[in-house]
């Protein structure tokens, strides 16, 4: 019984850190953009730890109560001063351990206490440092701290995973941001000559939100073939954007390589045009 239930919590532990460090470096959903980034990945963090955790806990919970019930261990014949003995000892041998468990216990405390209800638990939008994260945080450490010794499969994966991670951030680092021409438009402010972060009603769109605000803010789009001749409009292709200056030109940003360039628009693989939704047009 005590094998079956070592085996089955270091799959569980191994699954868990697989997720955590190689697919939660690379978790991305790309029509939600970069900017919601780090709400997407707390959320893959939070439920997978929820279901991970809970698993394992149910798991311990059904082999404490069959190995009670087949004989294999007598918890209720043990005085309170054994019970008692044995904690402190434990404690005294596992003190990392036990500092993590006191901390999760102070937090517990705190949230409880805290005059700020919710916000306790959960932490504040785009940070949520909670009481909930924070014994999320310590499960995950006590899980791996006991069933993680030989989960070298995660380890290989996760530096892996640390390595294309870097690598992509070089990528990007090297490139421009083809969308940034636009923002940085739409940011300027005309009486200081700044670019003012996320202002004049221009949201941090990447490429395909703002096509698809054009869509749902109800401004005029199309195909290709339906481009009027108007400067200014927004020129989108997946993961791509420029913006039509007239006379079958366009201007889009084309990485370190080629830099910020004029082109023709047609046989550049466009797939759409709209109005932008932040910007009056004067036709």
Not at 117 to 123: D, K, L, R
């Amino acid at each position: 019984m005590e094998n079956r239930k070592e085996e089955f919590l270091k799959i569980v532990c191994q699954s868990y850190l697989i997720v955590i460090l190689a697919v939660l470096p690379l978790y991305y959903i790309p029509w939600n953009g970069y900017y919601k980034l780090g709400d997407t990945k707390y959320y893959l963090y939070r439920n997978v730890s929820l279901l991970c955790q809970g698993i394992a806990l149910l798991a311990m919970c059904v082999f404490a109560v069959s190995s009670r019930w087949t004989g294999e261990h007598r918890i209720f014949a043990r005085s309170l001063a054994e019970v008692v003995k044995k904690s402190v000892d434990k404690c005294r041998t596992h003190v990392v351990t036990t500092a993590v468990c006191l901390y999760g216990i102070c937090a517990l405390l705190s949230a409880i206490c805290s005059p700020y209800g919710s916000i306790a638990w959960n932490g504040e939008r785009e940070w949520y440092m909670g009481a909930v994260t924070i014994c999320l945080m310590i499960g995950g450490f006590l899980l791996t701290a006991k069933y993680g010794g030989s989960c070298k499969t995660a380890i290989w994966l996760g530096e892996a995973a640390f390595v294309a991670v870097t690598l992509i951030g070089l990528l990007q680092k090297l490139g421009y941001d083809p969308l940034g021409l636009l923002k940085g438009y739409g940011w300027l402010n005309p009486d200081t000559l700044t670019i003012d972060y996320n202002t004049n009603g221009m949201p941090d769109y990447t490429a395909d939100q703002m096509y698809a605000s054009a869509k749902e803010n109800g401004a005029e789009y199309g195909g290709m073939d339906t481009m009027p001749d108007i400067v200014g409009l927004g020129l989108w292709k997946q993961g791509h954007w420029g913006v039509y200056v007239g006379n079958g030109y366009a201007i889009e940003a084309m990485g370190t390589q080629y830099g910020v360039v004029r082109t023709k628009v047609e046989g550049r693989g466009w797939q759409g045009w709209c109005k932008i939704p932040y910007i009056q047009y004067d036709e």
